[in-house]
């Protein structure tokens, strides 16, 4: 069963009808469903079966009596008592200051409901405590809080749309307006760019700097895509190249939040300023032409007049009191870079103008930032850390650097003899033997051959390829097929015979001189 409301509510709702107001503002107002409140005033027509027709809405008028509700206009809504017919004031009024204490630490209606039960035996409704809280909130709007800086403290910095640039074909193009003012002084800089992006912005701030002769601690910007990837007021994504300026120049960007102009409020009125006294109804052959007539008007214009809240010269104030709390500038300006995200390839490598430079294995298929200018080209992971650094390289070439190549996919031949002699000695004496042996009879051929012996290790005994390599060293036989063979067979090793002098069968030489005699006398020689 749908839950049904106290008397006094429904009696709420019919004098509120009967005052002229829609169903829907009375819903909106006590917070209810409109069919709530539609419902009501038809039973108490007597028609509950009736289709629900909304009056007209009409202004309000003044009703005394209970509940505290709102009598208000489209454009007002004074705080003021509406009665219904049982003429009871609010449950909540006795408690009005404890309930406006807790709204000022922030807590909800919900939470003020259970507060008041707890601690005051309060015996109303949540929606009693929820009407009230909502009365008073309308009733007391919260003035803006006006935020004045210290001298050198902040900037604050937008965009708008210049002068008409009118082209050499007679077409007319409109440049954007890149305006940052000091938020203690006023004093302002401006100059005109076709594109807002990151290269473009870094410039104009640089100006800006070298023309206030320093840096401001914090700069205050909107959320525009050259300085913030990702807006959140709490952790914004800044553009790296952005972050590595502010690090240059020791200063802070602090974005404002989303579409909150207010936040940022001298630099609106500042762009409309510039605007309208400097550029309107003015055009110009080229963005140097408008830039050297913003440049001028700063001067003669914006930084003699007087403040119309600081009642103080522009000019004056920034000489005296800000530029001398403007952080130094550095040595030189911010070094000219391009940067781009970047996918590493399958082959660990990412591409910079056509050239390819090697990133860590486990890198592969990662999304990385990559730094070049005319000398070096830098490569950082996504929390901009430096993960390697390279020469810049010709298109079509690659540059690889050793500690870049996975072990796995270094091959034996790619390490040289030295490691795969290291290697065959620890399988034992006489393989090493053999391949020291192998590679002085075959030269360069050699090296793979000595990389297919040590495979063997893998599939065979230690034991089983020594006395192969044994007995083809006694052959002198140098070929892998025969080390595969004499494991296969476990061939035996090659006798080796002494020569001796003397022994029963081997006659002696001058009985071998004595039967060349004997044979030259027989044939009379």
Excluded at 28 to 42: D, M, Q
Excluded at 73 to 96: H, L, M, N, V, Y
Excluded at 199 to 220: D, Y
Aim: contains cysteine; aromatic residues 8%; hydrophobic residues 35%.
């Amino acid at each position: 069963m749908a839950n049904q409301l106290g008397m006094a509510e429904q009696q709420f709702i019919i004098t509120l009808a009967k005052r002229g107001w829609s169903f829907r503002r009375i819903a909106r107002e006590l917070g209810i469903h409109r069919e709530t409140a539609s419902r009501y005033v038809r039973r108490s027509r007597g028609d509950p079966g009736a289709p629900a027709v909304e009056a007209p809405s009409k202004p309000a008028i003044s009703i005394t009596g209970s509940e505290g509700d709102e009598a208000s206009t489209d454009q007002a809504k004074p705080a003021i008592s509406i009665a219904g017919s049982a003429g009871r004031r609010s449950k909540c009024e006795p408690f009005r200051e404890v309930i406006l204490g807790k709204l000022e630490q922030g807590l909800t209606a919900q939470r003020i409901w259970q507060d008041l039960a707890d601690e005051h035996d309060f015996t109303g409704s949540y929606l009693s405590v929820q009407r009230f809280v909502r009365r008073l909130q309308a009733a007391s709007p919260l003035p803006f809080r006006r935020m004045e800086c210290a001298p050198g403290e902040e900037a604050q910095v937008d965009f708008g749309t210049g002068a008409p640039v009118v082209q050499p074909d007679g077409r007319r193009k409109r440049p954007h307006l890149f305006r940052i003012v000091l938020s203690h002084s006023r004093k302002a800089y401006s100059e005109v760019v076709y594109r807002q992006t990151a290269e473009s912005f870094i410039r104009c701030l640089e100006n800006a700097f070298c023309h206030f002769g320093g840096v401001p601690k914090t700069l205050v910007v909107d959320n525009l895509k050259a300085a913030v990837i990702k807006a959140d007021w709490f952790d914004p994504d800044l553009n790296p190249k952005i972050q590595a300026f502010c690090d240059h120049y020791d200063t802070v960007i602090l974005p404002t939040r989303p579409r909150t102009p207010r936040h940022k409020g001298k630099i609106e009125r500042q762009v409309g300023y510039a605007q309208s006294n400097a550029l309107k109804g003015k055009t110009f052959s080229s963005l140097a032409e408008q830039n050297a007539h913003l440049l001028d008007w700063e001067t003669r214009v914006a930084d003699t007049r007087i403040h119309g809240t600081t009642r103080k010269q522009v000019g004056q104030v920034f000489k005296d009191v800000e530029r001398p709390a403007l952080l130094p500038l550095p040595a030189a300006r911010f070094p000219s870079f391009q940067e781009a995200q970047r996918i590493v390839s399958r082959d660990a490598h990412v591409e910079v103008d056509k050239a390819f430079y090697s990133v860590p294995p486990e890198y592969l298929g990662r999304r990385v930032w990559v730094r070049w200018d005319g000398r070096l080209v830098r490569i950082f992971d996504r929390r901009m850390q430096q993960i390697a650094l390279h020469v810049r390289g010709e298109p079509g070439r690659f540059r690889t650097q050793p500690e870049h190549i996975a072990p796995a996919k270094i091959s034996g031949v790619e390490r040289g003899t030295t490691y795969l002699l290291r290697k065959a000695r620890l399988i034992g004496p006489h393989t090493q033997q053999w391949a020291e042996s192998m590679l002085k009879h075959r030269g360069i051929q050699g090296v793979r051959v000595l990389v297919g012996l040590l495979g063997l290790a893998g599939r065979h005994h230690e034991d089983a390829i020594e006395q192969a390599c044994e007995i083809a060293q006694t052959h002198g036989a140098y070929r892998l097929r025969v080390i595969r063979e004499l494991i296969k067979r476990r061939g035996s090793r090659q006798e080796q015979f002494e020569f001796i002098e003397t022994h029963p069968i081997i006659r002696s030489l001058g009985d071998y001189a004595k039967l060349v005699r004997t044979a030259f006398q027989e044939v009379g020689v």
